[in-house]
Nanobody
Framework: QVHFVESGGGLVQPGGSLRLSCAAS????????AGWYRQAPGKERELVAS???????NYQDSVKDRFTISRDNAKNTAYLQMNSLKPEDTAVYYC????????WGQGTQVTVSS
């Protein structure tokens, strides 16, 4: 059974940075790619960044030039470097394959507030 463990979230001031990590229980990202998703209160979960199994990267327009996705296939781990954070980035962040075909982990809370 596949599961994900996200970490690295926290409270940060606007303009700050965080680096999220996601450990998968198997070689999911190498086979299906990796996606970082987020869900803000009262909103649907959305895909914000993805890296395919071939290394193609895409970002949601709202995070382009601020977020950077990467992965380490040997460690079955995906990362999301988030810079210049804004209050509207506040959400619970999750990782999964592309699309999210597996059960969701607990996520990691990111709160951007002064």
């Amino acid at each position: 059974q596949v599961h994900f463990v996200e970490s690295g979230g926290g409270l940060v001031q606007p303009g700050g940075s965080l680096r999220l990590s996601c450990a998968a229980s198997g070689s999911i990202f190498k086979i299906y790619g990796a996606g970082w998703y987020r869900q803000a209160p009262g909103k649907e979960r959305e895909l914000v960044a993805s890296i395919t199994q071939f290394g193609l990267i895409n970002y949601q327009d709202s995070v382009k030039d601020r977020f950077t996705i990467s992965r380490d296939n040997a460690k079955n781990t995906a990362y999301l470097q988030m810079n210049s954070l804004k209050p509207e980035d506040t959400a619970v962040y999750y990782c999964n394959s592309i699309p999210g075909r597996y059960s969701w982990g607990q996520g990691t809370q990111v709160t951007v507030s002064s």
